[in-house]
Every structure is written in structure tokens, then in C-alpha cells.
């Protein structure tokens, strides 16, 4: 089974702070994305990144920023975490092409921003 | 990628079939059908995808209607671990990667 992992399931931090969000995939996917998911907006594509230094801003980049400096790890940053950034952060990944079929989910990350 | 429309919400007995509609009018040649579910408090979870032709597999059946404009998710036997939000999603086969995820349905399985 592909395994898709996030450093934490929840996590509490406080306005100003720099924040790593980590994700990590075992089935040597070069596809991996960054989600959030909000009460009533569905989930909005941050970035992706379809190779190994390689990314792609999505629907909402505006304060972050992303690094994939090994295929199997993509890591979510929030420069300066704001109130705004409160939210349920998910990873993906899937395999070529492109991830035209399944993407794989973690179990997502739940950020509070204080 | 076109929009897709679905119910907010829908319950469906224990053991019964869950019958699950999406309207996508706007659907062009090159775009799929895909639908995703999430359970609470996890990921989503990919289900099926097809483009015009029905398809099955060990989760579900997906029915498209011959003009495209909408499709089913069929889950035969609903249990109680289907509760979960259904999203359809359409997107092609070239372009952007990322899905668009919209609001979806609830499904709710009642024993």
C-alpha cells in the first residue's frame, strides 16, 4: 500500500513563527502536492512539484513556500505563520504522468495559528 | 477544468445501494471523471475515475451518461465506514496537476 506520512497530525504556533510542515511518500512517486482545506472552500492546491528541486505554484503560493530537495520529501514552509494560515494542511503524492490518475492522501495536518 | 455540482448532502440505509449524482454540463472531450471520498478526520481517498465508458472496481461503479453532462458513484452495499464527504471532480488529461476539490456530498449510512 502507499504510504504517505505528515510530521504531525496537529500542531499549535504562534503568529510570526516560522513553521515546517513535513511529508514523506514510499512509493518513489515523483508527483507530490500541498493542500488546504477549509470549512466550505474545499480543498486549494498551495504548490506542487513533479520532480526532486522542481516546483509549481498553485491555486494560493501567498505565503509559503515549499522544498523538495529528496523525491520521497516535500516539506510545506510558512515563513511568518499569520491568524489566516489556521488550517487543515494535506499532502499528496502520485505517480506519472503528472498525477492524471489517483493522487494518495496523508492524514493531513491540523495547524492553528494563535 | 469544469465545474461540477453535487448535493450537499444524503443518507442511505446500511446494505442498501448509495446512489451518488454529479452534473457537469460544462464537461469538454478531453476531461475525466473522477471522485474522491473523505472519511472525518482523514485524508482523501481516491475511489474511480472514467472518461465516457462505465467503469467498476472493488469500491464502486461509475456510470456516465452518453452526452457527459453527468455521472453516479454507485457504492452496492453502503456500511457504516462509507459515512464520509464524496467529491466529483473533472479535470483533463493535460494541463494543470492538481484536482479541484469542491464541496461535495455527505454521505451519511444509517443502520
Known amino acids: 500500500d502507499v504510504k504517505v506520512t505528515q510530521s504531525s497530525r496537529y500542531l499549535v504556533k504562534r503568529t510570526g513563527e516560522k513553521v515546517f510542515l513535513e511529508c514523506v511518500q514510499d512509493?518513489?512517486?515523483?508527483?507530490m502536492f500541498w493542500y488546504r482545506q477549509d470549512p466550505g472552500l474545499g480543498l486549494r492546491l498551495i504548490y506542487f512539484?513533479?520532480?526532486?528541486?522542481?516546483?509549481e505554484k498553485g491555486d494560493i503560493p501567498e505565503g509559503y513556500s515549499v522544498s523538495r530537495e529528496k523525491k520521497e520529501r516535500f516539506s510545506l514552509i510558512l515563513e511568518s505563520a499569520s491568524t489566516n494560515q489556521t488550517s487543515m494542511y494535506l499532502c499528496a503524492s502520485s505517480p506519472p504522468p503528472a498525477g492524471f490518475y489517483e493522487q494518495y492522501f496523508g492524514p493531513g495536518t491540523r495547524l492553528t495559528v494563535t | 477544468d469544469a465545474k461540477t455540482t453535487q448535493p450537499p448532502s444524503m443518507d442511505c440505509a446500511e446494505g442498501r445501494a448509495a446512489n451518488l449524482p454529479c452534473n457537469h454540463s460544462t464537461i469538454s472531450g478531453n476531461e475525466y471523471v473522477y471522485w474522491y471520498r473523505q472519511i472525518h478526520s482523514q485524508g482523501p481517498q481516491y475511489i474511480i475515475h472514467g472518461l465516457k465508458n462505465n467503469e467498476t472496481n472493488e469500491m464502486a461503479s461509475l456510470i456516465i451518461t452518453e452526452d457527459r453532462k453527468s455521472s453516479t458513484l454507485i457504492l452496492p452495499h453502503a456500511t457504516l465506514r462509507d459515512t464520509a464527504v464524496y467529491y466529483c471532480?473533472?479535470?483533463?488529461?493535460?494541463?494543470?496537476?492538481?484536482?479541484?476539490f469542491g464541496t461535495g456530498t455527505r454521505l451519511t449510512v444509517i443502520p
Open positions: 512539484s513533479y520532480d526532486v528541486k522542481m516546483k
Open positions: 471532480i473533472v479535470r483533463a488529461s493535460t494541463g494543470a496537476n492538481n484536482l479541484f
Open positions: 512509493m518513489d512517486h515523483e508527483n
